[in-house]
């Protein structure tokens, strides 16, 4: 005999024991094995494939005083985190200082002060707003994991782009947010991490790659900069560039191996070099290392250039 359905509206992600019991699922059918049971009083149906903040939702639906924190909070907000956070699926969740501290399986629990404005509800769950998310992994991470973390706090990307980004939180906003808690724990972090915060890198590795290149002599690459065409039209996207010397930095992940992606590629590469710039496609393990190869990479294409300029050809 087949197992009954689970209602509608309880497929869509996780959701409590209670509020199976009220839709009319009995005990032993939320035992059944098409729903995990992750931690006391927590369900989540395994059919589907329900968003992290659906997954993550009957945390705060325990109670209208829990709150998604730290590791937790930057997966509801999809931040770039390093590969060592990613694999942490333990969940943070977080208590006024004047309540008591969450204790259950796989919950790390806090308790916690939190000023107006920093809890918000996200998709139905109750969460960290974005800025006071970010300062709470300054405990946590190292300067350059938190300059990432940063860089997809404010990453934006403007009208001229083919999808046009506005930013979970400014850097002023993440100013702010250290203003606030000067006691914090790992202030200092936060602090030496904000100034190197910018606008427009899109993953963790193109931040890694602007931070490589910046703490050298070759200077800072401009990130968000355009390429436009004879007609003053948006042409071309780089991930970074060095518009002075018209060079063009695009990191390729892993998708870049898609036959589809390749072929775009392709293009970019071409109508790139059409419009007088040069491409430089940075790897991953260009950026490895105590002397990542990226800095040889770029050197040597910055002085084929020029050579290239003086002859005339």
Request: net charge positive; aromatic share 6%.
């Amino acid at each position: 005999m087949g197992l009954s359905p689970l209602p509608r509206d309880l497929l869509g992600g996780s959701f409590t024991s209670s509020h199976a019991a009220a839709a009319g699922v009995s005990r032993r059918r939320q035992r059944k094995p098409d729903v995990a049971i992750p931690s006391r009083g927590i369900r989540v149906p395994l059919q589907g494939d329900a968003t992290t903040p659906a997954n993550l939702r009957a945390y705060t639906a325990l109670d209208d005083k829990s709150t998604l924190t730290h590791h937790s909070g930057a997966r509801i907000w999809e931040f770039g985190l390093p590969g060592w956070m990613q694999e942490d699926w333990r969940i943070h969740v977080a208590r006024d200082r004047d309540g008591s501290q969450p204790r259950r399986r796989n919950v790390i629990g806090h308790r916690m002060t939190f000023k107006p404005g920093e809890v918000v509800m996200h998709h139905g769950v109750r969460v960290t707003s974005p800025a006071r998310t970010w300062l709470d992994l300054a405990g946590l991470l190292s300067v350059d994991e938190l300059i990432a973390a940063g860089d997809s706090v404010v990453v934006a990307h403007g009208p001229d782009f083919p999808k046009p980004r506005t930013p979970l939180a400014t850097i002023d906003d993440l100013r702010r947010m250290i203003a606030a808690h000067p006691g914090m724990r790992g202030m200092k972090t936060a602090r030496l991490a904000l100034s190197e915060i910018r606008v427009g890198a899109d993953s963790p590795q193109e931040t890694r790659m602007r931070l490589v290149l910046a703490r050298t002599k070759l200077g800072e690459p401009v990130l968000n900069h355009v390429i436009r065409n004879g007609w003053g039209q948006p042409a071309v996207w780089p991930d970074a560039a060095y518009p002075q010397y018209r060079l063009a930095l695009q990191y390729d992940g892993a998708h870049h191996s898609d036959p589809v992606q390749a072929a775009r590629d392709r293009k970019r590469k071409e109508t790139t070099e059409r419009l007088g710039w040069t491409e430089l496609r940075i790897f991953k393990d260009d950026l490895d290392g105590e002397k990542p190869f990226v800095l040889e990479k770029v050197r040597a294409t910055l002085q084929g250039r020029l050579r290239r300029q003086a002859s005339g050809t």
